[in-house]
């Protein structure tokens, strides 16, 4: 059973940077990507990594300030924000979608974490 738990999320101010993680289980090697969901809104491709690690995809709004990585000896996937605005604030969510490319909507990605919440306040 595949199995998903993100952590890292809190109280930050803007201007801070924030790193998120996601503890992967029972998943094969596969594009691992993170979302993020404001109420009320759906979800929204933030950026994603191919299972070897060799190619990554970002939102427009993430290129500069976001970083995704994976460390598959650990089984783990990151995402580093530096530069943290109040517009920042969701929750975050890992996904594992296909193996073979990056979609950018959730539809695509059938496991999910729990979540993790990032809150962005002065």
């Known amino acids: 059973q595949v199995q998903l738990v993100e952590s890292g999320g809190g109280l930050v101010q803007p201007g801070d940077s924030l790193r998120l993680s996601c503890a992967v289980s029972g998943s094969p090697l596969t594009t691992m990507a993170w979302f993020r969901q404001t109420p009320g809104k759906d979800r929204e491709f933030v950026a994603g990594?191919?299972?070897?690690?060799?190619?990554?995809t970002y939102a427009d709004f993430a290129r500069g300030r976001f970083t995704v990585a994976r460390d598959n000896s650990k089984n783990t996937i990151s995402l580093e924000i530096i530069n943290l605005t109040p517009e920042d604030s969701a929750v975050y969510f890992c996904?594992?979608?296909?193996?073979?490319?990056?979609?950018?909507?959730?539809?695509?990605?059938?496991?999910w974490g729990q979540g993790t919440q990032v809150t962005v306040s002065s």
């Open positions: 996904a594992a979608g296909p193996r073979n490319y990056i979609p950018d909507t959730a539809s695509k990605y059938p496991y």
């Open positions: 990594i191919t299972w070897n690690g060799l190619a990554s």
